[in-house]
């Protein structure tokens, strides 16, 4: 893996644009992925996961694990993953083809998953405290389905991002390293390469007004399979996972961001 793609933004002398020369730290890992659209990428997914042959902390599915609501077709893939990595925990959030009336099967079906619905998950992984929320997210303008087949979709994502708001927040005081995983992109930066007649129904900018206030170390997404892999907000990392536009699993260090300043 290539650390140096997760540098400190400096400026042209080579200072940190905070004034401070960032130390860089390897932390834990954790590896994620999207928009598997089982069966449709399962045999590629796959693959991919015997080139990883490392077990991470926790393995993230930002959503679209299944193709049309399909629920019998999200088990080969949680198997190929325990297959590969027995002890990892499984933290997953839905996407849009998880249908939102089908989630409660989903959970009754898959009680080793850990499903996020506006929650949180904790951990520890190498002496660091973790809090990983997850969400479906939200998008600035539902879809036309959405608009017709799910009634009040827009306060829906309002009291999503209201909740989402609050658990970043409380994360940020207790955690070492704060993730947040959404299925629906979080910022314009990572849908680029999608047409932009829908970038609204890709991505909501109020979840990248949140992002920029309550500052997760790491935000991962799916959703754009035609979009850019990472992008930043602010010093936040955040990672388009789709498995088709990576053709691979997402390996994410999770280094908190910290200078000198942080041992004086």
């Not at 929650?119 to 303008?141: F, H, M, Q």
Request: glycine letters at 4%.
């Amino acid at each position: 893996m290539d650390y140096d793609q997760y540098r400190w933004p400096m400026k042209n002398d080579g200072q940190s644009e905070l004034g401070v020369e960032p130390l860089q730290f390897r932390g834990p890992i954790i590896y994620a992925s999207a928009d598997i659209h089982s069966p449709h990428y399962l045999p590629l997914f796959k693959n991919s996961l015997k080139k990883h042959p490392d077990p991470p902390c926790v393995f993230a599915l930002a959503g679209d694990i299944v193709d049309k609501g399909r629920i019998e077709m999200a088990r080969p893939v949680f198997r190929a993953i325990r297959e590969n990595y027995p002890e990892t925990s499984i933290v997953a959030v839905f996407g849009n083809e998880e249908y939102m009336d089908r989630e409660d099967e989903f959970i009754r079906e898959y009680q080793d998953i850990i499903w996020l619905r506006e929650s949180v998950y904790s951990t520890t992984c190498s002496g660091y405290k973790i809090s990983i929320i997850g969400s479906r997210g939200s998008l600035k303008r539902p879809t036309r389905w959405q608009r017709k087949n799910i009634p009040g979709i827009e306060e829906i994502y309002k009291r999503r991002l209201a909740a989402i708001r609050e658990l970043l927040s409380e994360a940020r005081e207790k955690s070492d390293i704060v993730i947040l995983v959404t299925h629906y992109a979080v910022t314009r930066a990572t849908i680029i390469g999608e047409h932009p007649a829908i970038h609204d129904q890709l991505y909501d900018p109020r979840m990248e007004k949140i992002i920029r206030e309550t500052r997760p170390d790491i935000v991962i997404h799916g959703h754009a399979h035609k979009g850019r892999p990472q992008a930043r907000i602010n010093n936040t990392l955040v990672y388009n996972v789709a498995f088709p536009l990576l053709r691979d699993i997402a390996v994410i260090n999770m280094s908190p961001k910290r200078t000198l300043l942080d041992f004086f």
